[in-house]
């Protein structure tokens, strides 16, 4: 039937059941360096010649695209679809299809978790025992205070599900609020008072032209603000952040996305205030399932 380029860093270092039906559909199956994202040189060796492409997080751009001659789709293995040049694919008739919702759960539960240890200080107080040193951070507990969502599509309101649960009060930010979504304590608002009204803020937003979080922003936020990204690393400025991380303005920053991963830039994620994890919001057992699952499906639907 053609060739489909795998490059998600799940399913090239570990398989997936569900790429099986890609073969039985007589499709042969082409992958990038087993558990490394791509770069533009190796997709465009790779995906000439391919009519589908299960695409993880690496950028796919312009010049990719109009490289890939007889590409039909680009199937994502997950909800964004920021990371494809979105104008060129619509001029080139690729059809770019989403996996919504499929790796919601885990990304909202490790934002919630990203909470827990940077209130309690978890990694650093691990660190210190396993260095044999007895110190400890006087910790805050959750219940009771203010959490603000920017962004609350299928992540951000699992994430105000959860969040209620441990007694916290929400209150998010959307362009296009839903007023259907109104759970108990939970309120939507401008960005404008959530910045000044959350005591933590978890981004659940798409990157855009500009970083979200810049230095006007984190100068809007309450002193000793907790920050959390399980979004998009272009969301933050990385710099400014470093900057309210020395002043205080920002008492602790929690990041599991980078602008290039592994970073080459290592002051954030080694930063004694900051929590930084791997790229793991969506890689648990069921997420990867889920989107996996979505993404076969959406490019047999097209092919």
């Given amino acids: 039937m053609g060739k489909i380029l795998i490059t998600p860093r799940s399913l090239t270092k ?68 920021d990371n494809v040049d979105l104008e060129a694919a619509r001029r ?11 790796n919601a759960r885990g990304v909202a539960e490790l934002a919630i978790a990203l909470i827990f240890s940077l209130l309690r200080s978890l990694p650093w107080s691990d660190g210190q025992l396993k260095r044999r040193s007895w110190n400890r951070r006087l910790g805050l507990e959750v219940a009771g ?31 296009h609020p839903d007023p259907s979504f109104a759970p108990p304590r939970f309120r939507w608002v401008s960005l404008e008072e959530l910045y000044a009204g959350s005591d933590i803020i978890s981004l659940h937003c798409p990157a855009g032209p500009r970083p979200v979080i810049d230095r006007e922003a984190i100068a809007r936020m309450r002193r000793g603000v907790y920050l959390v990204n399980t979004a998009r690393a272009d969301v933050v400025e990385e710099q400014a952040v470093l900057e309210a991380l020395a002043s205080g303005q920002i008492a602790g920053f929690a990041t599991d996305v980078f602008a290039q991963e592994p ?41």
């Fill in 14 to 81: 570990e398989g997936h059941p569900a790429l099986e039906r890609l073969k039985k559909a007589g499709h042969q199956l082409v992958t990038c360096t087993p558990g490394k994202m791509p770069d533009e040189a190796e997709l465009l060796a790779l995906l000439p010649g391919c009519a589908g492409y299960l695409a993880g997080v690496e950028k796919v751009s312009a010049r990719v695209l109009e490289a890939a001659r007889g590409l039909k789709v680009i199937s994502r293995n997950g909800a964004g679809i």
């Fill in 263 to 303: 970073p080459k830039d290592w002051r954030l994620a080694g930063h004694e205030r900051v929590i930084a994890t791997p790229h793991i919001g969506g890689y648990t057992e069921e997420s990867v399932s889920r989107a996996t699952e979505e993404a076969v499906r959406n490019l047999l639907e097209v092919l």
């Fill in 145 to 175: 205070r203010t959490l603000g969502l920017v962004g609350c599509g299928n992540i951000g309101r699992m994430v105000v599900e959860l969040a209620a649960g441990l007694g916290l009060k929400t209150m998010a930010f959307r362009r």
């Fill in 92 to 102: 080139l008739n690729i059809q770019v299809r989403p996996a919504p919702g499929a």
